[in-house]
């Protein structure tokens, strides 16, 4: 009884636009709600860096090279902030980052696809991280004080990925025939799994009608899906790429692009785990993971060496 | 909050974004040590040049305020308009007060 009280007391704060710090009283299920989304969007940004870590030895010249690098540190960052979010509900992260390596923590699907050529590093920070802005920017205003602020700071570096992406891939769309094709091949891979960002269709998301009244959501998929093709479409005729979808046709009467159907048994297969690179992903990460368990063995026998000596010396 | 022994301690991170500016709360992190701790923010909340200086703080070491005493805490302070310039009337003639 009280606790019905005080759910109701909870939804009229969040009515009232009052945002929720991490040591007031909050539904179990608005918690729970939070890790899964906070720790999964970290998961993301931590496995996000190994497509594109992938194609740091092989940058095409320095510029690039420390663009790409500085950009993989910022995700790298981002999953950070986030996991130091989810932490101020009382999970810890290292048992979030078992989950991860485990493989029993979901992440974003995109990541589980392959980046074949240098375009699809140019592919990813104009789509991926054009698609993660606009998913992100909503959440600045998030209902949970914690995240609302981690992606405040997040969506600030986010821009320049998108620019840095963009550039790349109208470099490539300017060049010669042969970089041409590899910018077109690169839109035409990434476009679809892009879309699929958004999640499932609004009358086939199960979190969704929760997540709004919770206001951790502030738009549906759908719509947010329907705003990048718009900006997006514009951008891709610009540098003259075409968008691989042959009912994609401007709609004058809606103000907006109608575009074909996604393929979400494509999209369910990568969540279920089969996606092109699901368990190379996996790998890589529980392999970076032990290799640099020796690190984190020094660090702390020298904090605790350390420690030592100053309780000697007291 | 519950800490599982085998993970590092939590650290709250404060930025002062130039001379003349207050430290202020930029997140927090896990490090082994306060050295370990002032490396690793650098290097997660200031590479863009956010700060001049870093304080860290262990987490368990800070006494918070109970959500639950807001009112009892902040609401006298309402009430109390008088501690603001604009309570007091002064015609409009009357220059630089």
């Given at each position: 009884?009280?606790?019905?009280?005080?759910?109701?007391?909870?939804?009229?704060?969040?009515?009232r636009?009052?945002?929720?710090?991490?040591?007031?009283?909050?539904?179990?299920?608005?918690?729970?709600?939070?890790?899964?989304?906070?720790?999964?969007?970290a998961?993301?940004?931590?496995?996000?860096?190994?497509?594109?870590?992938?194609?740091?030895?092989?940058?095409p010249?320095?510029?690039?090279?420390?663009?790409?690098?500085?950009?993989v540190?910022?995700?790298?960052?981002?999953?950070?902030?986030?996991?130091?979010?989810?932490?101020?509900?009382?999970?810890?992260?290292?048992?979030?980052?078992?989950q991860?390596?485990?493989?029993?923590?979901?992440?974003?699907?995109?990541f589980?696809?392959?980046t074949?050529?240098?375009?699809?590093?140019?592919?990813?920070?104009?789509?991926?991280?054009?698609?993660?802005?606009?998913?992100?920017?909503?959440?600045?205003?998030?209902?949970?004080?914690?995240?609302?602020?981690?992606?405040?700071?997040?969506?600030?570096?986010?821009?320049?990925?998108?620019?840095?992406?963009?550039?790349?891939?109208?470099?490539?769309?300017?060049?010669?025939?042969?970089?041409?094709?590899?910018a077109?091949?690169?839109l035409?891979?990434?476009?679809?799994p892009?879309?699929?960002?958004?999640?499932?269709?609004?009358?086939?998301?199960?979190?969704?009608?929760?997540?709004?009244?919770?206001k951790?959501?502030?738009?549906?998929?759908?719509?947010?899906?329907?705003?990048?093709?718009?900006?997006?479409?514009?951008?891709?005729?610009?540098?003259?790429?075409?968008?691989?979808?042959?009912?994609?046709k401007?709609?004058?009467?809606?103000?907006?692009?109608?575009?074909g159907?996604?393929?979400?048994?494509?999209?369910?297969?990568?969540?279920?785990?089969?996606?092109?690179?699901?368990?190379?992903?996996?790998?890589?990460?529980?392999?970076?993971?032990?290799?640099?368990?020796?690190?984190?063995?020094?660090?702390?026998?020298?904090?605790?060496?350390?420690?030592?000596?100053?309780?000697?010396?007291? | 909050?519950?800490?599982?022994?085998?993970?590092?301690?939590?650290?709250?991170?404060?930025?002062?974004?130039?001379?003349?500016?207050?430290?202020?709360?930029?997140?927090?992190?896990?490090?082994?040590?306060?050295?370990?701790?002032?490396?690793?923010?650098?290097?997660?909340?200031?590479?863009?040049?956010?700060?001049?200086?870093?304080?860290?703080v262990p987490?368990?070491?800070?006494?918070?305020?109970?959500?639950?005493?807001?009112?009892s805490?902040?609401?006298?302070?309402?009430?109390?308009v008088?501690?603001?310039?604009?309570?007091?009337?002064?015609?409009?003639?009357?220059?630089?007060?």
């Amino acid at each position: 009884m009280e606790n019905l009280t005080r759910e109701k007391e909870f939804q009229a704060k969040l009515d009232r636009e009052v945002k929720i710090e991490p040591k007031d009283w909050m539904p179990d299920a608005y918690r729970k709600t939070l890790i899964r989304q906070i720790s999964q969007h970290a998961h993301s940004e931590i496995v996000g860096m190994l497509p594109e870590g992938n194609w740091i030895t092989r940058a095409p010249n320095l510029r690039r090279k420390a663009a790409l690098l500085a950009k993989v540190q910022d995700e790298a960052g981002h999953g950070l902030y986030l996991y130091s979010a989810a932490e101020t509900l009382g999970v810890d992260r290292i048992d979030l980052e078992e989950q991860l390596l485990d493989g029993t923590a979901k992440y974003s699907s995109i990541f589980n696809y392959p980046t074949q050529t240098w375009a699809d590093i140019g592919a990813i920070g104009w789509l991926v991280d054009g698609a993660a802005i606009l998913n992100q920017v909503p959440l600045c205003r998030t209902s949970y004080g914690p995240y609302a602020r981690a992606m405040v700071r997040v969506c600030k570096e986010e821009s320049f990925h998108q620019r840095q992406g963009y550039e790349i891939i109208m470099t490539l769309a300017q060049g010669n025939e042969a970089q041409k094709k590899l910018a077109q091949d690169a839109l035409n891979r990434w476009w679809w799994p892009a879309l699929m960002m958004f999640g499932p269709s609004d009358d086939n998301s199960k979190h969704s009608a929760q997540s709004m009244a919770w206001k951790i959501k502030r738009f549906s998929n759908d719509y947010l899906r329907q705003d990048f093709v718009d900006r997006t479409v514009p951008q891709a005729e610009y540098i003259g790429l075409s968008v691989p979808d042959k009912d994609l046709k401007w709609n004058d009467e809606r103000g907006h692009y109608d575009f074909g159907p996604i393929n979400w048994e494509e999209f369910y297969n990568v969540i279920k785990g089969n996606g092109p690179c699901n368990r190379q992903r996996l790998k890589t990460r529980n392999a970076s993971f032990k290799a640099g368990a020796w690190v984190r063995e020094a660090a702390s026998a020298y904090a605790d060496k350390k420690a030592s000596r100053k309780e000697v010396a007291a | 909050m519950s800490q599982r022994k085998d993970s590092w301690p939590l650290w709250e991170v404060f930025v002062r974004g130039k001379q003349g500016l207050h430290h202020k709360h930029a997140g927090s992190l896990h490090a082994p040590d306060a050295e370990m701790a002032i490396k690793n923010a650098r290097d997660v909340y200031t590479r863009r040049s956010e700060g001049v200086s870093i304080w860290v703080v262990p987490s368990d070491q800070i006494t918070a305020s109970n959500p639950e005493n807001k009112d009892s805490l902040f609401d006298p302070a309402e009430s109390k308009v008088y501690r603001h310039p604009t309570f007091y009337e002064v015609p409009d003639g009357v220059k630089f007060i």
